[in-house]
């Protein structure tokens, strides 16, 4: 009798990288929840396309920085069973020079970033060990370790999850659970070709170009699956030969 698919639950999908990283999974055999916190309409219409190749999807949409909501949703998740994998793909960005950061700029991308993995990751991992099989992948940026002006905010959000990647892995390794980070550098997207043009992309990136998010999905593919048993405790950059 054959198992049911691996339920995998990617946040902020409705952007360009959370649906690259979807479709990759789907692609894969997992059944995929697919996460918004404010774009009901484009998870919705990511659930249909994989669903119309075959694969299997479901959404749900509440605001990982509010932990009361985010618990009371991944409760509802675990109704129908254990959640295996999980990427933490939610960020933001709100950008600025230090001397002129807003309060409420420094807490919403770190509560974004930071918080929602905990508020996300912390319900749904004692029935992922009890499975003893998992993969957490976490999203970071080139940022985290090489700093980048007027992302202070950003840089603190994505190094403290780096962070907690490294301590997370060694407390459920012997569960079979592995936690690794994906460091990006300019992947393109709406948001990224909108501050960065040709010439600057020539000029920091090795590779002359920026990435592509469906090179960034198979990195996560391969975390997340079975030939990636033996790595845990790693973030791995992918960003075209940035260097700090």
Not at 208 to 214: L, M, N, W
Not at 215 to 241: C, H, K, M, R, S
């Amino acid at each position: 009798m054959s198992q049911p698919p691996r339920r995998a639950l990617v946040t902020g999908a409705s952007g360009a990288l959370g649906g690259a990283i979807a479709r990759r999974l789907a692609a894969d055999g997992f059944a995929l929840i697919l996460h918004a916190s404010s774009r009901p309409a484009a998870v919705q219409a990511l659930a249909s396309e994989i669903a119309a190749g075959g694969g299997r999807a479901e959404t749900c949409v509440f605001d990982v920085a509010d932990a009361d909501v985010a618990r009371a949703a991944c409760e509802g998740l675990l109704a129908a069973g254990p959640v295996q994998v999980i990427v933490n793909n939610a960020g933001v960005h709100d950008d600025a020079v230090f001397p002129g950061l807003r309060a409420a700029q420094w807490h919403r991308v770190i509560d974004v970033s930071l918080h929602g993995f905990f508020h996300v990751t912390q319900p749904l991992l004692l029935p992922m060990l009890r499975t003893r099989w998992g993969r957490i992948v976490n999203i970071s940026s080139v940022a985290a370790r090489s700093g980048n002006r007027g992302q202070t905010n950003y840089g603190a959000a994505k190094g403290a999850l780096e962070a907690a990647t490294r301590s997370l892995a060694l407390e459920v390794a012997s569960r079979g659970v592995t936690v690794n980070a994906v460091a990006p550098g300019i992947i393109a997207s709406p948001m990224a070709d909108a501050v960065f043009d040709q010439n600057t992309i020539a000029r920091v990136v090795p590779l002359g170009r920026a990435g592509q998010p469906e090179e960034v999905a198979d990195l996560v593919g391969f975390l997340t699956g079975d030939a990636a048993g033996y790595i845990t405790g790693q973030v791995l950059p992918i960003n075209g030969g940035m260097t700090p």
